[in-house]
């Protein structure tokens, strides 16, 4: 038979004619921008990096000064970005998990509070509900000299949230190991019940047992140290304060705005897993006694994840690539890290393709993990 008559011979013909094009498209866009940098004599290449920034960055989660390079600031950029993501994330799920909860209450004030949060953030483009709360911060509370103290320690200005913290002390590291172990202790005290109850039917207080475990690990190792208490405690220097951590304005709006817009689709996703869920199985569950938590717990949010969990991927992906709007309010988050830096060397390209780098990088991580959890949650035919 003729190649052109066999649909496969055929089809594998035209992919390798489409990928020569893609390719000799691609060769012809980097020979003509090679020769146009070259033209106007700008320099390429990532050599930059390793060249003094010379400029302050607000926020960072590490240290920086204006005479490190422009790689570490961009690191610190990055960092800013993971930061107010894995937070925003976290805050959103629990955030929009209630709110879809409270969206299908029998009580009609509850369910229309959540139905009115859900079409008043949905509806609110995300860069005005940032401008919204930042403008907040900045006119609805005072400066530092008269700043707000509700509480001893804790303190509320237009520069931001000040509140003190314990003192440096040694034996921190400690109980932050101590937390990680009571988290693995947790973990396996969660596997170790769900085997008795799938053996015996019994259901142990493995999450209590795991909270207190969580919570003794570190104390013992406080105590043990000689419960040191000392506290760094923000005091009013001049025009600021010093000492203790502040929370600034910036970050505080970009994370409320983030948070409060995806939690409204994420309760929506949450609304349609639970009633993907069908009636019986809760008529069925609490014809057996279950109690109505137990009935959430261990009947209709494990059944309605495998619905919630591939929207709620997505939602995760675009808070994280939201957070680029931090430019507009002036949080150093890596977008503008890489603007600044773009201006100050001229190497657009460069800084472009970093940009597009880090963001795929975000994605693809958030998305590997959710697809990871998703083919764990999937029913397994036998």
């Known amino acids: 038979m003729p190649f052109w008559r066999d649909p496969d011979k055929r089809g594998m013909v035209f992919q390798i004619v489409v990928l020569l094009l893609a390719l000799s498209i691609g060769y012809i866009l980097f020979s003509n921008t090679q020769a146009n940098l070259e033209r106007q004599s700008i320099a390429t290449g990532f050599g930059f990096l390793h060249s003094e920034a010379g400029f302050e960055i607000g926020e960072s989660t590490i240290e920086y000064s204006a005479a490190d390079s422009y790689g570490r600031a961009l690191l610190v950029g990055a960092l800013n970005t993971l930061k107010v993501s894995f937070i925003g994330i976290i805050f959103t799920l629990i955030l929009g998990t209630f709110v879809g909860i409270a969206?299908?209450?029998?009580?009609w004030l509850v369910s229309r509070l959540a139905g009115g949060f859900i079409e008043?953030?949905?509806n609110i483009p995300v860069l005005l509900q940032l401008f919204f709360w930042y403008a907040l911060f900045y006119e609805a509370f005072p400066s530092p000299r008269q700043a707000l103290n509700p509480l001893p320690g804790l303190f509320l200005c237009n520069r931001g949230l000040i509140f003190s913290v314990p003192a440096d002390h040694p034996v921190h590291s400690v109980m932050l190991i101590a937390l990680g172990v009571g988290v693995i202790a947790w973990w396996m005290l969660v596997r170790y019940?769900?085997?008795?109850?799938e053996s015996t039917?019994?259901?142990l207080p493995v999450h209590r047992m795991g909270i207190g475990i969580l919570l003794l690990l570190p104390l013992v190792a406080w105590v043990i140290a000689g419960a040191p208490t000392a506290m760094d405690i923000p005091v009013l220097k001049g025009f600021n304060f010093s000492g203790g951590v502040t929370v600034s304005p910036e970050f505080s709006a970009l994370l409320i705005g983030l948070v409060l817009y995806t939690s409204a689709f994420v309760a929506e996703i949450v609304r349609a897993g639970i009633q993907s869920v069908s009636s019986g199985q809760v008529e069925a569950a609490m014809a057996i006694?279950?109690?109505?938590?137990?009935v959430l717990h261990l009947v209709i949010l494990p059944q309605a994840l495998r619905v919630i969990i591939p929207p709620l991927t997505s939602q995760m992906l675009n808070l994280t690539k939201n957070s680029s709007l931090a430019i507009a309010i002036g949080y150093s988050d890596f977008v503008s890290v890489a603007n600044t830096t773009i201006n100050q060397t001229g190497q657009a390209i460069e800084g472009v393709a970093l940009i597009m780098v880090v963001y795929l990088f975000f994605s693809l991580s958030t998305s590997l993990f959710m697809n990871w959890y998703n083919k764990k949650m999937a029913l397994v035919e036998r």
């Not at 969206?103 to 009580?107: D, E, G, K, P, Q």
């Not at 019940?193 to 109850?197: A, E, F, H, L, M």
């Not at 006694?289 to 137990?294: C, F, H, N, V």
Request: proline share 5%.
């Open 120 to 122: 008043v953030m949905q």
């Open 103 to 107: 969206r299908l209450s029998r009580n």
């Open 193 to 197: 019940g769900r085997k008795v109850q």
């Open 289 to 294: 006694g279950l109690r109505p938590g137990q």
């Open 201 to 203: 039917g019994k259901i």
